[in-house]
């Protein structure tokens, strides 16, 4: 059994569950947000999950109206602030992944603070996708590769991405059958489950049964068993 699991998750569905519910979309934002310390625990505690990664929000969040952008840069520094002693707690290290030269000076500051002060935790590691997108990542990689004059390879590549770890098991909640610029590098032979559950309504009980379900997953990656 593979004891190195890495799940990545699309976590959509926020604002259509504070539509459903009569409630502001930021309402839906903030349920989501309570989800994802409940995965991240059922994560932390698990035997074989080592790697949890999150779309929190991506480089075409930007095009949402200028007031739900704010919230959500908002409610992400306010949230981490209140997550570390959780992060500490359970073992968890932040590792954020995207490009995030364009959030505010202080929202850089508090995500580096929680990645400096869980460095040690040697738990389960959360990548955090923030002012992510995979072309972005894919381009970023390429450009520190030129810039330090070495070949262009497959393994070199690899390195240079904002994570480096294949992607065993990608759920995206929602309903949605797509990847949206996620992790495209990573996810190459990832196993695809996709949830019709709206993401503040998914819970650890339906992750495990995916997992579950993944783990009698016959994986081949491209040859024949």
């Keep these: 059994m593979n004891n190195n699991l890495h799940i990545a998750i699309i976590m ?7 539509q459903s519910q009569g409630l502001m979309r930021k309402s839906g934002h903030e349920k989501g ?20 990664s999150l779309y929190a929000f991506s480089t075409e969040n930007w095009k949402r109206p200028r007031l ?12 981490l602030k ?4 959780i992060y500490i707690k359970n073992g968890v290290k932040l590792e954020s992944i995207g490009d995030i030269s364009r959030f505010s000076n202080s ?8 990645e400096e002060k869980t460095a040690h935790c040697t738990g389960l590691i959360q990548s955090l996708a923030l002012n992510y997108g995979a072309r972005d990542e894919i381009t970023r990689a390429l450009q520190k590769i030129q810039k330090q004059n070495i070949e262009v ?10 994570c480096p ?22 996810a190459s ?18 992750l495990a049964t995916i997992i579950d379900k993944f783990l009698h997953v016959e994986r081949r990656f491209g040859g024949l068993k």
């Design 12 to 18: 959509d569905g926020n604002g259509r569950w504070a």
């Design 189 to 206: 032979y990832a196993e695809l489950f996709f949830s019709d559950t709206l993401w503040p309504d998914f819970n650890s009980r339906e």
């Design 33 to 52: 947000a309570e989800v994802v310390r409940d995965i991240t625990t059922f994560c932390s505690n698990s035997e074989i999950v080592s790697r949890l």
């Design 165 to 186: 770890q294949d992607i065993d098991l990608l759920i995206r909640t929602g309903g949605d059958r797509r990847l949206s610029n996620f992790m495209l590098w990573q």
């Design 68 to 79: 739900e952008v704010e919230f959500l840069m908002k409610l992400l520094d306010s949230w």
């Design 107 to 114: 929202l850089q500051k508090t995500i580096r603070d929680v």
């Design 153 to 162: 390879s497959e393994s070199n590549i690899t390195n240079a991405l904002d």
């Design 82 to 85: 209140k997550e570390l002693p």
